[in-house]
T-cell receptor, first 111, second 116 residues
Framework: AQRVTQPEKLLSVFKGAPVELKCNYSYSGSPELFWYVQYSRQRLQLLLR??SRESIKGFTADLNKGETSFHLKKPFAQEEDSAMYYC?????????????FGAGTRLAVHP | GAVVSQHPSRVICKSGTSVKIECRSLDFQATTMFWYRQFPKQSLMLMAT?????????EQGVEKDKFLINHASLTLSTLTVTSAHPEDSSFYIC????????????FGEGSRLTVL
């Protein structure tokens, strides 16, 4: 079965602390993995995708096929990072379509 | 940018009535759109894939006669919740893929339906 698991509903850290939002997935093929972010009162937007191997707003995520994980990391959290973060999987190779979302993790960064 | 707009953002209706939610791509054409449903403090659940000019593809467990999807133009998809019941109360979110783009999904702001 295709599934995305984000074990933490809430992650609370202080400004400047490292952040790691966990994501594990279950999929038999070669998935595309994404992180989406939703800031307060805003729509969902793409943060980063594993195939681009880029860093956005200081965040990085590495796909670990052995552990079936795609954890999102940032070395020094900022208050403006406070938001809801969703890990998502696309079962269609080469595309962004038909996303399967995790339950989401709320990141709260305190001053 | 690529903007997707949903209307209405909030709607309250009586049980048994039908409600239509619109999803528009404002500055691009979208042959393919998706409809999601989100319960409070839960994840987005894909309901169906909306394809312009053809029938929507529904996910398993989603009643196609209950949730009617029409994608009559390249910039508009509509979701009609028919004979709404209180358990249909939810947050409905659409997303669209820009034709000729990279395949990235652009999301609407969502529509909150409350059925009394």
């Amino acid at each position: 079965a295709q599934r995305v698991t984000q074990p933490e509903k809430l992650l609370s850290v202080f400004k400047g602390a490292p952040v790691e939002l966990k994501c594990n997935y279950s999929y038999s093929g070669s998935p595309e993995l994404f992180w989406y972010v939703q800031y307060s009162r805003q729509r969902l937007q793409l943060l980063l995708r594993h195939i681009s191997r880029e860093s956005i707003k200081g965040f990085t995520a590495d796909l670990n096929k052995g552990e079936t994980s795609f954890h999102l990391k940032k070395p020094f959290a900022q208050e403006e990072d406070s938001a809801m973060y969703y890990c998502a999987l696309s079962p269609r190779s080469g595309g962004y379509n038909k996303l399967i979302f995790g339950a989401g993790t709320r990141l709260a960064v305190h001053p | 940018g690529a903007v997707v707009s949903q209307h209405p953002s909030r709607v309250i209706c009586k049980s048994g009535t039908s409600v239509k939610i619109e999803c528009r791509s404002l500055d691009f054409q979208a042959t393919t759109m998706f409809w999601y449903r989100q319960f409070p403090k839960q994840s987005l659940m894909l309901m169906a894939t909306s394809n312009e000019g053809s029938k929507a593809t529904y996910e398993q467990g989603v009643e196609k006669d209950k949730f009617l999807i029409n994608h009559a133009s390249l910039t508009l998809s509509t979701l009609t919740v028919t004979s709404a019941h209180p358990e249909d109360s939810s947050f409905y979110i659409c997303s669209a893929i820009r034709d000729g783009g990279t395949g990235e999904l652009f999301f609407g702001e969502g529509s909150r339906l409350t059925v009394l």
